[in-house]
């Protein structure tokens, strides 16, 4: 069984560029949520998706933004960007919403602003 | 108020020997999860452990325990036998009933000697 993809692994932008990354996730996972980790912040939420639906969404500002297509895969857009956006970014899926429901995640992005 | 704690920034432990990695937790949610990810120097978050705030028996996996303490909210995780591949960061998390983030620690990062 396939894991999370995401692509593209590694890319550098300049500033004020913007980015879209793509996340495929587990076969039968409806569920995609994406983080954002740097060593000073660690591990923040973004937003999360269930059903094409954003059900969740962490404290960035509007400049982050995502979605997810029927086939579950999702894709998040990070426009005008700033050097602190250089970051390894997350995708992380699971079946549902429950306590008890896993999320795995994807190899990661890695982001660099320049 | 953080919901995960983990006050351990570096942990050393001698080959073959087991060591604890503490977490704290912070919820008045009935139900919850709490998880244990290991992530190596590549990036990828790898899922290692699940404990229910329901299970009455601590959670096992191959060499990975976790030591659920529900009255002191802690999930502390064991690992035995260290082995060198095991050098890595270790995050805690936990998803409440009423939510569907999931919710880290700072992480500890251990370094196994040989």
């Known amino acids: 069984k396939a894991g999370v993809t995401q692509t593209p692994r590694y890319l550098i932008k300049t500033r004020g560029q913007q980015v879209t990354l793509s996340c495929s996730p587990i076969?039968?996972?409806?569920?995609v949520s994406w983080y954002q980790q740097t060593p000073g912040q660690g591990l923040q939420f973004l937003f999360e998706?269930?059903?094409?639906?954003?059900?969740n969404k962490g404290n960035f500002p509007g400049r982050f933004s995502g979605r997810q297509f029927s086939n579950s895969r999702s894709e998040m857009n990070v426009s005008t960007l700033e050097l602190g956006d250089s970051a390894l970014y997350l995708c992380?899926?699971?079946?549902?919403?429950?306590?008890?429901?896993?999320?795995?995640f994807g190899e990661g992005s890695w982001l660099t602003v320049v | 108020a953080q919901k995960i704690t983990q006050t351990q920034p570096g942990m050393f432990v001698q080959e073959k020997e087991a060591v604890t990695l503490d977490c704290t937790y912070d919820?008045?949610?009935?139900?919850?999860?709490l998880f244990w990810y290991k992530q190596p120097s590549s990036g990828e978050m790898i899922f290692l452990i699940y404990?229910?705030?329901?299970?009455?028996q601590n959670a096992t996996e191959g060499r990975y325990s976790l030591n659920f303490q529900k009255a002191r909210k802690s999930a502390n995780l064991v690992i035995s036998a260290s082995q060198l591949g095991d050098s890595a960061m270790y995050f805690c998390?936990?998803?409440?009933?009423?939510?569907?983030?999931?919710?880290f620690g700072t992480g500890t990062s251990l370094t196994v000697i040989p």
């Open positions: 998706y269930f059903s094409e639906t954003q059900r």
């Open positions: 404990q229910g705030s329901y299970d009455q």
């Open positions: 076969s039968g996972h409806r569920s």
């Open positions: 992380a899926s699971s079946i549902g919403g429950n306590t008890g429901n896993t999320i795995y």
């Open positions: 998390a936990m998803r409440e009933l009423y939510g569907n983030q999931f919710y």
């Open positions: 919820t008045s949610d009935p139900s919850y999860g």
